[in-house]
């Protein structure tokens, strides 16, 4: 018998609409957004990969990913004690203990936390405000999740090339403003950029996020894909959005 979940009274439980899991959030901290779901259609994980997600959250990505693709095992990493607990709450609530582990760590001594293994895939979705760029949220646990705090896109981009295997491949969701930086990152630790697609909230509007696949040793040469446009009209999402976020055939 299922342990009974502990779900505290400023926290709600929200159905992820894959393989009837669910995630438990706190408002008042963080809640996932698009950026997540749409990295997790973006992320190519193969059967029998081994996972590591990058600055985890509550677990989003790893859970996606497990419900989405045949990897063998999601490791989420996170420095904030609170969203650690919540997460291991998320994962024994849908029963995946055995496939997904959350750790609580730095992202800056990631080598260190898991000792040279090796990971086939990383994924990460960064705080995307550097210093200088926005207002800090007063409230820390946003100001950590969105803007630079704890970790720079640097301890990010190095931190997913030293526990990656030679041919591993890292993707990772950004704001297009950081591009130029992200690439000259990618290619500085080894990481060549392979794939590349824009993400626009409507199809004349300019894109606000982009994804990006790079490969740890491979050779140049950079494909971009048509973008993502998000909605076909205001509140409606566009199908391949649709197929992302609630997977074929549930419309």
């Known amino acids: 018998m299922r342990t ?5 009274e400023y926290e709600r439980i929200d159905d992820l ?11 008042k901290r963080f809640c996932f957004g698009a950026d997540a779901v749409l990295l997790s259609g973006f992320a190519i994980v193969k059967k029998g990969e081994r996972v590591l997600d990058l ?3 509550t677990g989003i990505i790893p859970i996606l990913l497990e419900a989405k693709t045949m990897g063998s095992h999601f490791t989420g990493l996170e420095i904030q004690d609170e969203s650690v607990e919540m997460a291991k709450r998320s994962v024994a609530l849908n029963g995946l203990e055995d496939k ?3 750790c609580h760590g730095d992202i800056k001594q990631v080598s260190e936390i898991f000792k040279g293994k090796k990971f086939d895939v990383v994924t990460s979705n960064p705080p995307y405000m550097n210093e200088g760029s926005g207002l800090v949220n007063p409230f820390h646990a946003k100001a950590i999740a969105r803007h630079e705090v704890l970790c720079s896109l640097e301890d990010v981009v190095s931190g997913a090339s030293k526990v990656m295997e030679s041919g591993g491949r890292f993707y990772m969701i950004h704001r297009p403003h950081r591009l130029a930086d992200i690439i000259i990152l990618f ?5 060549e950029p ?6 626009h909230p409507f199809q004349d509007k300019a894109p606000t996020m982009v994804l990006i696949e790079g490969v740890k040793g491979g050779n140049p040469g950079l494909k971009v894909n048509p973008p993502i446009i998000v909605y076909s009209e205001p509140g409606k999402y566009t ?5 992302i976020y609630y997977g074929e055939g549930q419309a």
């Not at 009974?4 to 505290?8: S, T």
């Not at 199908?239 to 197929?243: A, D, I, K």
């Open 187 to 191: 290619r500085q630790y080894r990481l």
């Open 194 to 199: 392979k794939r590349l697609r824009f993400v």
């Open 100 to 102: 997904i582990s959350i």
């Open 239 to 243: 199908e391949e959005v649709f197929e």
């Open 55 to 57: 600055g985890t959250g």
């Open 17 to 27: 609409h894959r393989n009837g899991y669910k995630i438990i959030q706190d408002p």
């Open 4 to 8: 009974e979940i502990k779900i505290n």
